[in-house]
């Protein structure tokens, strides 16, 4: 008979990966149920996920190609927004559900044993299936106006990878953070609204003004965005600094966070 010993994690350590590949069936577990919950009594049901970029695409489009008319690289407003949405969705889709996951989850985490870093982890399981939808929707998108991505498609899934590991390691520092501090459930909200129109989401890095330029350069999810549509739209590439750092930055993010939410998992269950 197998016995497990539980133990406290170190003063410095990481996930054992081998209790977190045991205890996977528990991150299918939960993003399975965040799926169903998300769309249960819903009258659209998976709609959803196809309406609200939609829906936001369209508004950018009216609002910043047809108002502002802010260029689009040479591409329709309503395609550039939408595959700037695409990255974003998962960016702010993970950080927001992964920083409430363990409050909302507070019995299991103080209860019952699994690797708790799983609880945030789960999140990107149901956005990236929300993801997968709207980006058959682009597919289609592509073919009706006629854009041929070019060779950079392949290296789509780098940059999905790349924002997920930026989220990813975001969420597990909020989330951490909010089992302790629950301010922290207003400041996130608050945060991702400043980066959505900080950052090039619905409009092109050359209609930023030179003197703002150098905040949009240090800005980790205006790479990303860019990268994106370089993959999805043949839009020009990035400078090489930018694709090595988007590469770099999102993994030490992940690093970071995981060993940030290593450290504080001691006291969640005494405090949540």
Avoid at 136 to 160: E, T
Avoid at 221 to 227: G, M
Avoid at 230 to 250: G, T, Y
């Amino acid at each position: 008979m197998n016995r497990i010993v539980i133990t406290p994690p170190g003063r410095i350590s990481l996930p054992k990966l081998g209790q977190l590949w045991e205890a996977r069936e528990v991150l299918y577990r939960f993003g399975a149920r965040d799926i169903t919950l998300r769309y249960r009594q819903t009258a659209l049901g998976v709609v959803w996920v196809v309406l609200q970029p939609l829906l936001t695409a369209g508004v950018f489009t009216l609002v910043f190609g047809r108002v502002a008319k802010l260029p689009s690289g040479g591409v329709p407003y309503f395609i550039f927004s939408f595959a700037g949405l695409l990255a974003w969705n998962i960016f702010s889709g993970i950080v927001t559900r992964s920083s409430n996951s363990l409050v909302s989850n507070a019995s299991l985490v103080s209860k019952v044993y699994f690797p708790r870093i799983l609880v945030p982890l789960a999140s990107a399981y149901s956005v990236l299936v929300d993801f997968l939808v709207s980006l058959a929707l682009l597919v289609a998108l592509l073919v009706a106006y006629g854009i041929n991505p070019g060779w950079a498609v392949v290296l789509s899934p780098i940059w999905v990878v790349m924002v997920v590991l930026l989220s990813s390691g975001c969420g597990l520092i909020s989330s951490s953070l909010m089992v302790r501090y629950r301010d922290v459930q207003y400041v996130v909200p608050f945060l991702l609204q400043f980066l959505l129109y900080a950052s090039p989401v619905a409009y092109s890095v050359s209609a930023v003004p030179a003197k703002y330029r150098l905040f949009y350069d240090a800005n980790p999810l205006s790479w990303i965005l860019q990268e994106f549509r370089w993959s999805f739209l043949h839009q020009p590439a990035p400078p090489n600094w930018q694709i090595a750092l988007s590469i770099v930055l999102p993994i030490s993010v992940f690093l970071g966070g995981t060993f940030i939410f290593e450290q504080m998992e001691r006291g969640f269950a005494d405090v949540i």
